[in-house]
């Protein structure tokens, strides 16, 4: 079944920042590993995104997580 994509922008111009939310849902094909015959996989993602100028962005707006 095709890929079906449901949500909202928002666009905050007092921080020059666009924002996504909503929801994908459907299936995928992919191949197993094993045989090479395609199978569907089930998708049902909620996302929540947000796009602003690189200028604008914090000096490190990424932070990796170790375990200590």
Same mark, same amino acid.
Not at 3 to 14: D, M, N, W, Y
Not at 38 to 52: G, H, Q
């Given at each position: 079944?095709?890929?079906?994509?449901?949500? +909202?922008? $928002? @666009?905050?111009?007092? /921080? =020059?920042?666009?924002?996504?939310?909503?929801? /994908? =849902?459907?299936?995928? +094909? %992919? =191949? %197993?590993? +094993? %045989?090479? $015959?395609?199978?569907?996989?089930?998708?049902?993602? =909620? @996302?929540?995104?947000?796009?602003?100028?690189?200028?604008?962005?914090?000096?490190?707006? $990424?932070?990796?997580?170790?375990?200590?």
């Amino acid at each position: 079944a095709p890929l079906q994509v449901s949500g +909202r922008a $928002e @666009f905050k111009p007092v /921080l =020059a920042q666009i924002r996504l939310h909503g929801r /994908l =849902a459907g299936s995928v +094909r %992919c =191949a %197993c590993d +094993r %045989c090479l $015959e395609p199978f569907p996989v089930p998708v049902d993602s =909620a @996302f929540d995104l947000v796009y602003e100028p690189s200028g604008q962005a914090p000096e490190q707006a $990424e932070l990796a997580l170790s375990e200590d």
